[in-house]
C-alpha cells in the first residue's frame, strides 16, 4: 500500500501528517515506530493523523516516535492547522459548520486532550490552549494531596539528586524543574529518569527552565516517548504557566527554545493560555507500507 504524506515541523520539532479519514491505516503504533525512524523510515517525532470529528472541524490523533499515544501536542496542532488551510482539505465540508476568511481563520481541532481552538495570524498560528490544570489526580500524579492543592516545589528524589518540580497539565502531563543554566542540565540522564518515575502513572514530559528576565525564559524538553527535542509547545505553555505561579514572569511571556521561540500569554481575561508560533511544510510524499 502507498501511503501519501506531509513532513512538517515548528521549530524543529518534527511530525507526519496523514490525512486517515478514511480509516483506512492499521496497527498505528507499528506504523509510528516505522515511519518516525530516522535511519530506516522518514524521521520525525511525532505521526499525526487528520481524522473525522463529531463535535469539532477536525480530530486530530497523536502517536509517538515509540509508537505510544499522547493527548496533545502544541507544536503539533499547529502543523496540523497549516496543514489543512494549504490543502485541499479546507475546500471540502468539515462535520462543524465553520466560517473562513482570507484575513482571520479558524478551526477547531478535537484532540484527547480536549478541544483546541485555532486562529491563522499571517504565517503565525496562535492556539488556545484552555485553562492550565494543577489537580494532581487530572494530571496525574500519585502523591498525597487535598482538593484544590497545587503541587509547587515538590521534592522528587531521582537517583543521586533531588529535584523540586511543578506539575501542571496542559492536556498532557509536564514537570517543570527550574535551573540556574538549562545547558548544564544532564538532559539524557534525568529526563529519562523523570519520565518514568513511579509518582506519574502516564509517564510525564519534563521541562528544565532558567528564567532570563520578567519576559524571557530558556527551557530544553524532555518528551515522554520521544525523547529530547527541540522544542515542546505544551511545555513552553506549561513551563510559562509555571513561572507566573513563581512569581518569576509576568502573564506574557517568549519561550526560547533551541529550535527557535513560542509567545505564550496565559490571559487574566479568562484564564486560558495562548501559544502562537510558525508552522511550515518541508515536503509532500509517498511511502510504501
Not at 525512524?37 to 520525525?44: D, E, K, S, Y
Not at 490543502?87 to 465540508?93: E, G, I, L, Y
Request: glycine letters at 8%; aromatic letters at 6%.
Amino acid at each position: 500500500m502507498k501511503l501519501q504524506f506531509t513532513k512538517m515541523h515548528s521549530l524543529g520539532n518534527d511530525f507526519i501528517v496523514i490525512d486517515n479519514r478514511p480509516a483506512k491505516l492499521r496497527n498505528l503504533p507499528k506504523l509510528a515506530r516505522y515511519l518516525c525512524n530516522r535511519r530506516f523510515g522518514v524521521g520525525a517525532d511525532q505521526m499525526l493523523l487528520l481524522c473525522s470529528s463529531s463535535v469539532a472541524d477536525y480530530k486530530m490523533r497523536i502517536m509517538n516516535a515509540d509508537g505510544s499515544e499522547v493527548e496533545m501536542c502544541g507544536n503539533g496542532i499547529r502543523c496540523f492547522g497549516k496543514f489543512i488551510w494549504e490543502s485541499a482539505v479546507s475546500n471540502q465540508q468539515s462535520a462543524i459548520s465553520r466560517t473562513i476568511n482570507d484575513t482571520n481563520k479558524k478551526l477547531s481541532i478535537e484532540t484527547l486532550g480536549g478541544i483546541k481552538h485555532l486562529r491563522k495570524i499571517g504565517e503565525l498560528v496562535e492556539v488556545d490552549m484552555g485553562e492550565p490544570i494543577f489537580d494532581p489526580a487530572q494530571i496525574p500524579l500519585k502523591v498525597s494531596s487535598k482538593s484544590g492543592d497545587i503541587i509547587i516545589n515538590y521534592p522528587l528524589k531521582v537517583k543521586d539528586k533531588t529535584l523540586k518540580i511543578t506539575c501542571v497539565s496542559m492536556g498532557n502531563p509536564h514537570a517543570v524543574i527550574f535551573v540556574k543554566d538549562v545547558q548544564a542540565v544532564a538532559l539524557q540522564k534525568y529526563g529519562p529518569l523523570i519520565e518514568h518515575h513511579r509518582i506519574f502513572p502516564r509517564r510525564i514530559n519534563v521541562e528544565f527552565i532558567q528564567v532570563l528576565n520578567k519576559s524571557n525564559i530558556k527551557m530544553r524538553v524532555w518528551e515522554r516517548g520521544a525523547g529530547e527535542t527541540l522544542a515542546c509547545g505544551t511545555g513552553a505553555s506549561a513551563s510559562a504557566v509555571a513561572s507566573i505561579l513563581h512569581g518569576l514572569t509576568g502573564r506574557k511571556i517568549t519561550v526560547h527554545l533551541p529550535g527557535g521561540k513560542l509567545i505564550i500569554n496565559w490571559a487574566a481575561k479568562d484564564n486560558h493560555v495562548y501559544m502562537t508560533g510558525d508552522a511550515v511544510k518541508v515536503f509532500e510524499g509517498e511511502v510504501e507500507i
